[in-house]
């Protein structure tokens, strides 16, 4: 097996298949350590020696300045997401008590919460998305529709066809496209939401030029991920009580690995950096920073195995990009922002969220964000976000 096929066998649902799959994985890790230590050292070296000698007072300042925010946006989002890791913690003791234990067992981290998922054709999916859109605006409902009408979605898996899903946003003078692999679940109607979301953005942002008419990093998913929200309010009140509750730990699930873990690596890499500017780091010290990080995110409710000290060699963001990690929390919270407004505000909202999407790249994140009367630096923004996850986790039995 591959890599990514150990890694997708850490959601079987069978839990002797996932602790298999975590006992391969880690200990691969665990046994590299050595290797992908020096790797580490010598990215984390080049890196700082880069700093030095373009002048950068911050490690954050070249991301900062890739992604047009400012460094105290960026320290203002790990500070205010370490303040909710409680949130975690409580997640994974609910988790604990459904899978039947006293602490979740590390193997179980992303342990299945129902063996079966809801049956969902695919002209089904497309009834749901658009009605989940139509709800929120017409005019988004409209522009989705056209998809499906001028057959500019590529949905069935076939031999010789690219595996995942994804939209291109062809040119603002064409159209955009997506491919799926519908597999008929409730994952793939998912994703087809998504993948929509990010169709009517590149659509409304047609009218900019070639150059600014795509999304910044801490834009790009916005427009999906909100689509998948939309398509998830519908649901809730859709689907059978039992099913409901396991949307609901999925939504809260999915928070935590794109908006918490991002912060914790994000930690995790910052201190490792700070520790190579004095000398090289061994694999017991990648172990510990890892393990401490981890510790804060967790509390409590995870039972660690000595395998999962290794989990950081694993990652590979930390190689190949300094800092990348953050984005995705940036940008998981600026859609759950949105989202917050849009709950507080209702139809009023619409307007001010389509023009974030027609936007594109053209004005820097915080002048495209400041149309929804959303501010990245203002404490309301840690607030709807995280207010909206608050919610979220209450509503679980």
């Known amino acids: ?68 925010v400012e460094v105290r946006d960026i320290e203002a989002l790990l500070e205010a997401t370490r303040a909710h890791y409680g949130l975690v ?16 067992a590390s193997p179980d981290l992303l342990a299945p919460l129902s063996r079966e998922k809801p049956k969902v054709p695919f002209a089904e999916a497309k009834a749901l998305v658009l009605e989940a859109f139509r709800r929120f605006s017409p005019q988004v409902e409209e522009i989705a529709r056209e ?24 040119l603002p003078s064409t159209h955009p496209y997506v491919l799926l692999n519908h597999t008929d679940d409730l994952d793939a109607a998912h994703t087809l939401a998504h993948e929509l979301g990010h169709g009517v953005h590149f659509y409304l942002a047609r009218r900019q030029r070639l150059l600014n008419f795509g999304a910044s990093t801490p834009l790009a998913e916005t427009a999906s991920v909100f689509a998948e929200i939309l398509l998830d ?11 409901k509750t396991l949307l609901l730990a999925e939504r809260v699930e999915d928070a935590v690995n794109t908006l918490f873990r991002q912060v914790m690596y994000t930690f995790f890499e910052r201190r490792s950096l700070e520790a190579r500017r004095e000398a090289a780091l061994s694999p017991e010290a990648f172990h510990g920073i890892w393990q401490e990080e981890q510790a804060q995110l967790y509390g409590e409710a995870v039972e660690w195995t000595e395998l999962d000290q290794a989990a950081w060699a694993g990652i590979p963001h930390f190689v190949h990009y ?57 404490e309301a923004f840690f607030r709807y976000g995280f207010g909206v996850l608050e919610s979220w986790l209450k509503a679980l039995p």
């Open 1 to 68: 097996l591959t890599e990514m096929e150990v890694r997708a066998l850490r959601r079987d649902p069978d839990p002797e298949v996932r602790r298999e799959a975590h006992q391969v994985l880690y200990g691969k890790l665990l046994a590299e350590a050595p290797t992908l230590s020096a790797v580490f050292n010598a990215v984390y070296l080049d890196y700082l020696q880069d700093l030095r000698l373009r002048g950068y007072r911050h490690p954050l300042e070249p991301v900062a300045l890739r992604d047009e």
């Open 89 to 104: 913690e409580a997640y994974y003791r609910w988790k604990a008590r459904r899978l039947g234990q006293e602490k979740v």
């Open 147 to 170: 998809f499906f009408e001028r057959r500019w979605i590529d949905v069935y898996p076939r031999p010789g066809k690219r595996g995942g899903a994804f939209c291109s946003g062809g």
């Open 233 to 243: 309010d519908l649901l809730l009140e859709k689907l059978p009580e039992e099913q």
């Open 322 to 378: 300094r800092f990348y990690t953050y984005s995705y929390a940036l940008g998981y919270l600026v859609v759950l922002a949105l989202y917050g407004k849009y709950r507080e505000e209702g139809e009023a909202f619409v307007p001010k969220y389509l023009e974030v999407l027609k936007a594109g790249e053209s004005q820097s994140p915080k002048e495209i964000l400041a149309k929804a009367g959303v501010d990245l630096a203002s």
